[in-house]
């Protein structure tokens, strides 16, 4: 059964930092592609940051340059590094796993239960 | 950025009724569209992804068709369990963007 439990959130000040990470089990984590979604309380659901099991990265244009993204194969884990955090970072932020479809593009298939990242001073 | 816009807002039905969401691209996202379903406190949950194919598990009362910049998931029969907050999704460009949700609410 694929598992994926984040950790790392809290309540952190503007201009802070705070990492996340991923536990992932169930599947071998070295073959797969993974990502990062947040979603605002309320609010609808928002991609951040993909990291393929090459090591090819993209993020979202409000994250770039401030969040980053990796992952430990050995340790079956994906992080994200998130500096200079600002109000509008606060979300509940879900670790999901990716797999392709027929014409070779990943998808969103797995999620895991999310961890609160609040920014606020 | 390619923007979904999702109609209705919200939809209210019936227990037994069939549920029509619709998802519109302001750019061609070819076949790569996934739909989720979303309850109160829970993560999403995959029920199509490459337009039309039905994610592991999913009952066959969920079904979704389209291509290029019209998207549609169909409930054939809903159950009481089907009422929830549902989000589609392109994947074939970054940034790769959802809707912003059509909510399904017990009429």
């Known amino acids: 059964e694929v598992q994926l439990v984040e950790s790392g959130g809290g309540l952190v000040k503007p201009g802070g930092s705070l990492r996340l990470s991923c536990a992932a089990s169930g599947f071998t984590f070295t073959y797969y592609s993974m990502s990062w979604v947040r979603q605002a309380p309320g609010k609808g659901l928002e991609w951040v940051s993909s990291?393929?099991?090459?090591?090819?990265?993209e993020y979202a244009s409000s994250v770039k340059g401030r969040f980053t993204i990796s992952r430990d194969n050995a340790k079956n884990s994906l992080y994200l590094q998130m500096n200079g955090l600002r109000a509008e970072d606060t979300a509940v932020y879900y670790c999901?796993?990716?797999?392709?479809?027929?014409?070779?593009?990943?998808?969103?298939?797995?999620w895991g239960q999310g961890t609160l990242v609040t920014v606020s001073s | 950025e390619n923007v979904l816009t999702q109609s209705p807002d919200t939809l209210s039905l019936s227990p037994g009724e069939r549920a029509t969401l619709s998802c519109r691209a302001s750019q061609s996202a070819s076949s790569y569209l996934a739909w989720y379903q979303q309850k109160p406190g829970q993560a999403p949950r995959l029920l199509i992804y490459d337009s039309s194919s039905r994610a592991t598990g999913i009952p066959d009362r969920f079904s979704g068709s389209g291509s290029g910049t019209d998207f549609t998931l169909t409930i054939s029969r809903l159950e009481p369990e089907d009422f929830a907050v549902y989000y589609c999704q392109q994947y074939g460009t970054p940034p790769y963007t959802f809707g912003q949700g059509t909510k399904l609410e017990i009429k």
């Open positions: 999901a796993r990716e797999s392709l479809d027929s014409s070779g593009h990943y998808y969103v298939n797995y």
């Open positions: 990291m393929s099991s090459g090591s090819y990265i």
